[in-house]
């Protein structure tokens, strides 16, 4: 078909009116979510979070493995801002390596499940057939395993390194994405700007990344958030088995579970990671919910 | 004539929503007599559910009646506390809906449905209910209701699943049953025994109704009287017969040039008067419909009409009334 | 009362499960096989003659699939091998046993679960955007964002240490079980830990679900016939709620089950979770396999039940 000099292709005209509808999509949402306080201050919150874990590459206060810096079980005091455990560490070190780890395996997971999961979930919402068949069967399958146990045998076979649990956690929690983005593919795919690239003979491959995904973006995000504490709480439980990361490099989880058998005498050790693990979840759940009622606002209470 | 059983008076109805206050219902005033049949008509969006909802105050978040009264036998529903309206509803003032499946709940039996409408109200044993349930189904003509009443709604056709719900709007005897759209989301064939139904229902129970719906030819199938809406007003009311033989409002008159034909079965495509009803929270000055109006004059756009009588029993909002329109298009071609 | 039909679904679905569970504990036989350390490592003193005896007997000699063979045929009647580690122990009776105590917890976790979810979830969807509301809709986030042995610890905190601490020692929570079998309180602990953050996951979605049905137009009908607020909400809300409420049963089991794995050793609890984590340990993979076998068991059962639960709940369902 011929198209008159001059005249847009319906391609070109209909990218051009998605790209302002997404603009001000945006613009909206950045709108929305400013004035929600708590997500506000939960986004404060994980960048503070996130500092401390960079610096803790560099520095902390004391070397994390040196054992009798403090008297053991010190409760917290000046030269111990939050106390020592029962081999004399310095909490307060530990607890920013142990951010570091956690801010890790939490994005690190979640970088695998949105490459993964965005694209298995891309081919089987735009293909459909006995692709999307296939898929489907393998997400409601590993829908139905105990994700944790399953994890948890992965470490062991492969090992305790933090790629390997990142891998491990991936590998059970994939499917959240996967379903996502099929649904979200496969209702834009009626829609007539990807009908009419259709039509005109746009590739799949093409459609898949101008037309659908940046449409998908916004719920993409909002998963992806939902993720990393779900990641981060996995490793948590790991190391709580002491089957996380190897030691010394301390992690929440472990620490926790280190100081357990001494709950009695000294709860600091435990509360501590303990409150930061869940205040970083917490902030990681309110900002979620914060950017789903930002992007989503038919979602809105 | 007998005093009203039912006096709409100045009701005010508006939604406060995060764009601005929509002003859905922007007093209106109208009486029902006893046994007597009235149609609302207008286009989609002008205020005739409100309006409905509000006479038993069932309008949700974010709405709210904030202007007027509706007198029940002289009483005031907007002023009357919670448990005396609930009195009211079901059995004094019955309402159905639009889609019959999304009104009837789908977890409960349809006979269920309908006897808690009679024990909400006064007390009698589970069986003379069924008794009664069953006689109503009856009464609606669903054939083996014995049977049926032990069925789930989505165990019924379109066309049943409105009849039962006739059939639970009148299991009190009400004086007064509104019907809102009740048979919009049905075939056409359905539709007019709907209709027959509820006329005949009319003659045998004298319970008056108030028919809503967007069809005009749906109006004559059934009332007597007609209100015309418009952007929450009402812009012209008076007798059926005259109405559709000699409407005064434009916004009537093009109503009824739009009346679907009876062969045409796409049933939704029936109003086609060029534009858009206005935005309720911004109505626009003077007349309302000036900016669709063929027929307006440099008054319409300042001032605003109020209903002014029209011809026998009628009344009209405008300022020029078809009468003298068509008169001046007469001259203007000659 | 069961059509012929429900009772051939009902087959249909326990043959599913049980195929389900030899498959599982078939690709978890073939995993574990995979995993470093034996647990013979401890017996190095042992002589080569007794080591042989000790192999052959556990048929360890064997290659992998044959290995595997005697497997699946000890399975299908139910016989999943003897423990690695305590020579002579037969696991299904062990697991079973162990199963059970698991399983009190768990339901009573379940039902806390389920009832508090809904109450919280309920009561915010009806005062809607109130502090009511707010309040409940915190609640749930920090339920969710604490993991259970956060929660664990504050209760072993409050409740066995303050506790005893301030009654001077009389009113105290004992961790750590004696018999099989906890008494009650010593159960509500565990449970709670285990239930709350799900409870929380409950309540988010009641609260949805609610919502989403009280815009209904049959609650609409309901009003409109007169009914009062309480039986509009409780007899034509809550149940239509509850549909896909029903739907989170499934993956709560799991949840539930991956979460006891960590509860039952903080308390002490003698459950499958604890010897799980054991066994794993001390590279006890017959008694991996076992436990896995049975939580497929235990998650097919959850899912059929949830099935059957649907059509109780909504009658336009029927298998
Ligand atoms: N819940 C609501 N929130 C905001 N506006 C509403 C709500 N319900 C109705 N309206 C507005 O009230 C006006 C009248 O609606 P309605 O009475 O339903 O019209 P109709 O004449 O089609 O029955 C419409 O403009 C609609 O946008
Ligand atoms: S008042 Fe004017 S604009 Fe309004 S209907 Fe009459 S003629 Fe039209
Ligand atoms: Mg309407």
């Known amino acids: 078909m011929a198209t008159a000099p001059g005249v847009a292709t319906p391609e070109e ?42 610096i803790s590459v560099f520095w902390t206060p004391y070397p994390i493995w040196r054992q009798g810096v403090a008297p053991t079980y010190q409760t917290p005091n000046s030269d111990f801002l939050l106390g020592a455990d029962q081999a004399g560490r310095d909490i307060l070190s530990r607890l920013m390596v142990g951010a570091q780890v956690s801010l890790e395996v939490g994005v690190g997971t979640q970088i695998i499940v949105a490459v993964v999961g965005v694209t298995i979930g891309l081919i089987a919402g735009y293909f459909r057939g006995w692709l999307d ?6 997400i409601n399958i590993f829908y139905g395993i105990p994700d ?52 005109s003979g746009t590739r799949p491959n093409k459609i898949l990344s101008r037309h659908i995904l940046p449409n998908a973006l916004g719920p993409i995000i909002v998963q992806a958030t939902f993720g990393i504490p779900q990641a981060i709480l996995f490793e948590a439980f790991l190391s709580f088995l002491g089957l996380g990361v190897q030691p010394p490099t301390p992690s929440w989880g472990a620490m926790a579970a280190d100081g357990f058998h001494a709950i009695r005498i000294a709860p600091h050790i435990v509360l501590v990671p303990a409150i930061a693990l869940s205040l970083t979840l917490m902030a990681f759940n309110f900002l979620g919910d914060g950017l789903r009622d930002a992007l989503d606002p038919r979602q809105k209470r | 004539m007998t005093a009203p059983v039912l006096q709409v008076k100045d009701l005010k109805t508006q939604f406060f929503t995060d764009d601005g206050v929509v002003k859905a219902v922007d007093g209106v005033s109208f009486d029902l007599h006893p046994g007597e049949t009235l149609g609302i008509v207008g286009e989609s969006g002008c205020g005739k559910s409100v309006t409905a909802l509000s006479i038993l105050r069932l309008v949700q978040e974010p709405g709210r009646i904030t202007g007027g009264q509706i007198l029940f036998k002289g009483t005031d529903i907007v002023t009357m506390p919670g448990d005396d309206v609930r009195d009211i509803r079901g059995k ?54 014995e049977s049926r009443v032990e069925d789930y709604p989505h165990q019924f056709s379109g066309g049943m699943r409105q009849r039962a719900m006739i059939a639970m709007g009148l299991a009190n005897k009400p004086s007064i049953l509104i019907a809102d759209e009740p048979t919009t989301a049905l075939d056409v064939t359905v539709q007019a025994q709907i209709l027959e139904l509820l006329r005949d229902l ?82 626009p000055r003077g007349c309302r419909f000036h ?34 329109a068509l008169a001046r298009d007469g001259e203007a071609r000659a | 009362m069961l059509s012929r039909r429900a009772l051939i679904f009902l087959g249909e679905r326990l043959v599913l499960i049980a195929f389900t569970a030899v498959a599982v504990s078939s690709i978890v036989f073939f995993g574990v096989h995979q995993l470093p350390g034996s647990a013979f490592l401890s017996d190095r003193r042992i002589d080569p003659a007794a080591l042989a005896a000790i192999m052959h007997h556990y048929h360890l000699d064997l290659s992998l699939w044959d290995q595997y063979k005697l497997f699946v045929a000890g399975i299908v009647h139910g016989n999943l091998g003897e423990s690695l580690v305590n020579r002579g122990i ?34 915010a969807a009806i005062k809607q955007n109130t502090w009511v509301d707010y309040l409940a809709t915190a609640t749930s986030v920090i339920g969710y964002s604490m993991p259970n042995f956060v929660i664990a610890s504050v209760l072993v905190l409050l409740f066995a240490v303050y506790l005893y601490n301030w009654s001077g020692g009389v009113l105290y929570y004992e961790v750590g079980w004696e018999g099989t079998y906890g008494t009650p309180g010593q159960i509500l602990l565990p449970a709670f830990a285990l239930g709350f953050p799900y409870a929380s996951i409950v309540a988010r979605l009641t609260r949805a679900s609610m919502l989403e049905v009280l815009r209904q137009d049959y609650v609409r009908t309901a009003k409109a016939k007169g009914l009062s607020d309480r039986i509009v909400i409780i007899r034509h809300a809550l149940r239509n709620a509850l549909i896909p409420v029903v739907t989170i049963l499934g993956p709560l089991t799991i949840g539930i089950i991956t979460g006891s794995v960590v509860i039952e050793n903080i308390f002490g609890i003698p459950g499958l979770g604890k010897e799980f984590v054991q066994s794993i340990l ?27 639960l649907y059509t109780v709940i909504d009658p336009r369902i029927r298998y």
Not at chain 2, 92 to 116: C, H, R, T, W
Not at chain 2, 212 to 231: E, F, P, S
Not at chain 2, 245 to 264: C, E, G, M, V
């Open chain 1, 13 to 54: 005209y209909v990218g051009d009116t998605l790209a302002r509808e997404q603009t001000s999509l945006w613009a909206d949402a950045w709108r929305r979510l400013k004035r929600n306080r708590l997500a506000l201050g939960s986004a404060v919150f994980l960048v503070l979070l996130l500092v401390v874990a960079i």
């Open chain 1, 133 to 138: 068949g296939i898929i489907s069967t393998l």
């Open chain 1, 148 to 199: 944790l146990l399953v994890a948890l045998i992965l470490v062991l076979i492969l090992g305790r390194g933090l790629d390997k649990i990142i891998f491990a956690i991936a590998v059970t929690r994939w499917m959240d994405m996967a379903r996502l983005v099929r649904g979200q593919t496969f209702s834009l795919r009626e829609r007539e700007f990807v009908e009419a690239a259709r039509a």
């Open chain 2, 92 to 145: 004094d003032i019955a309402m159905i809906f639009q889609d019959p499946l999304s009104s009837l709940n789908p977890v409960l039996k349809v006979g269920y449905q309908i006897e808690e409408a009679m024990e909400a109200h006064t007390k009698i044993s589970g069986k003379v209910a069924l008794s009664r349930a069953v006689q109503l189904l009856k009464q609606v003509r669903i054939p083996a209701a």
């Open chain 2, 202 to 283: 009319n003659e045998e129970t004298k319970t008056a109704i108030i028919l809503i719906t967007h069809n005009m030819g749906v109006v004559a199938g059934l009332c007597k009287r007609v209100l015309v809406m418009y952007a929450g007003r009402i812009v012209e009311q008076g007798p059926v017969e005259q109405i559709f033989k000699d409407p005064q409002h434009p916004y009537t008159w093009s109503l009824l040039q739009s009346i679907p034909r009876l062969d045409a079965d796409r049933k939704d495509r029936l109003l086609s008067i060029e534009g858009l009803p206005p935005d309720l929270i911004k109505p």
């Open chain 2, 291 to 324: 900016p669709r109006c063929q027929f307006r004059i440099e008054r319409c756009f300042h001032d605003d009409p109020t209903l002014m009588d029209v011809g026998p029993d009628q009344e009209a909002a405008c300022w020029v009334t078809m009468r003298r």
């Open chain 3, 90 to 123: 037969p696991i299904t009776p062990l697991l079973l046993r162990e199963a059970s105590v698991s399983l009190e917890v768990g339901a009573t976790a379940l039902i806390f679960t389920i009832g508090l979810g809904m109450v919280l979830g309920v009561i």
């Open chain 3, 282 to 308: 001390s590279r006890d993979y017959n008694i991996v396999i076992g436990v896995f076998t049975f939580y497929a068991l235990a998650i097919g059962l959850a899912n059929l039940l949830v099935d059957l």
